[in-house]
């Protein structure tokens, strides 16, 4: 009786917290919208939302709300789902290592997204039909298969799973280093620098679908697993004893993170110290459990996001910082918080 009280006390917990989360999530997407060189206000913004999904007609200007619509809407709910999904990746990863340090980039996705799309803006591979997207996208998968070709796949432990990224990580960065000094203009080479660090300009509705798919496919699937995942935290040797096909299930949650990865590494460049500092702060609130602490870190890292979103048009007067600047400026000072909290009291 005790143990169904605190569970369901657990769940309620949970239940408030997440909806907390969501009015935050929803207020700062609301934010990011209206925020920019031209200014729209809050009020405009929600009735441009409901005009478009039908349940008002308000009269607002027609420009208000095709800058609403066409430009700022999608590229804050594309902050959101990148957020959400790199924090449910850095979430699996750590529980897969067993690696606190452990985050998206670590099987070397990043490397070899960045290479992929560095020989599209420079090299002008696939003559104008491939899309950037897609060089990307092709090549973090080619890394995640060198990854798993260097560390003998499902098979490996987690020391090994790391150290082959880091080697796929340096092969990669090696050459995406030298396509762009012996073949790139500085022009080139500043487009390449600021998508390296990651940008949301120019996405729109069809990169909202997409991310959507792949970030709740994503996030279920591992839901799905999350008592194995549970089960990871304690080592190979116990999950096996406890009847967790150790191979099949880590192959699955890496090919998963593989595809949340890339797809977002592809769409908005690289953006460091969201999957590797969401997933502690979801930690400390909610505990180790995966079946809380999966939605709890998705919520928290699309509010992150979202707000860094915000953070990078307003730092600088009349420019946008690059995403993964702000990142990492935020997110050094929470990581060391959360490490000046975890250390052991004497």
Do not use: K
């Amino acid at each position: 009786m005790t143990r169904t009280i605190a569970a369901d006390g657990g769940a309620g917990r949970l239940a408030l917290l997440l909806a907390l989360g969501a009015v935050a999530l929803a207020f700062a997407v609301a934010v990011a919208t209206a925020i920019g060189d031209y200014a729209i206000g809050l009020g405009t913004v929600a009735l441009a939302v409901t005009n478009g999904v039908g349940l008002t007609d308000a009269a607002i200007p027609r420009i208000e709300e095709s800058v609403v619509w066409n430009l700022r809407l999608s590229r804050a709910l594309v902050a959101a789902l990148a957020g959400a999904g790199l924090s449910i990746c850095g979430t699996i990863l750590q529980a897969l290592l067993r690696n606190a340090l452990a985050e998206p980039y670590v099987l070397g996705v990043s490397a070899g997204a960045s290479t992929g799309a560095v020989a599209v803006i420079v090299l002008g591979i696939g003559a104008g039909g491939l899309s950037l997207s897609a060089g990307a996208f092709a090549g973090a998968f080619a890394a995640f298969a060198l990854v798993a070709l260097l560390s003998n796949g499902a098979t490996s432990g987690p020391n090994h799973t790391i150290l082959a990224g880091v080697a796929a990580s340096q092969l990669f960065n090696a050459a995406t280093s030298y396509i762009v000094t012996t073949a790139g203009n500085a022009q080139q080479a500043r487009d390449v620098m600021f998508w390296l660090l990651g940008s949301f300009g120019g996405v729109r509705w069809p990169d909202v679908q997409l991310l959507l798919v792949v970030v709740v496919a994503g996030l279920a699937a591992c839901l799905w697993m999350a008592r194995a995942l549970d089960a990871f935290t304690f080592g190979d040797e116990d999950a096996a004893a406890l009847g967790v096909p150790v191979g099949r299930i880590r192959l699955a949650l890496f090919v998963v993170t593989a595809m949340v990865t890339a797809t977002i590494v592809g769409m908005v460049g690289t953006i460091g110290f969201v999957g590797l500092v969401v997933p502690h702060a979801a930690r400390f609130l909610v505990g180790p459990m995966h079946l809380r602490l999966l939605p709890t870190a998705a919520v928290l890292g699309a509010l992150f996001m979202t707000t860094a979103d915000i953070a990078s048009r307003v730092i600088v007067a009349q420019q946008t910082v690059p995403i993964g600047v702000v990142t990492a400026l935020v997110g050094v000072p929470f990581f060391a918080l959360i490490l000046h909290r975890s250390r052991p009291r004497p």
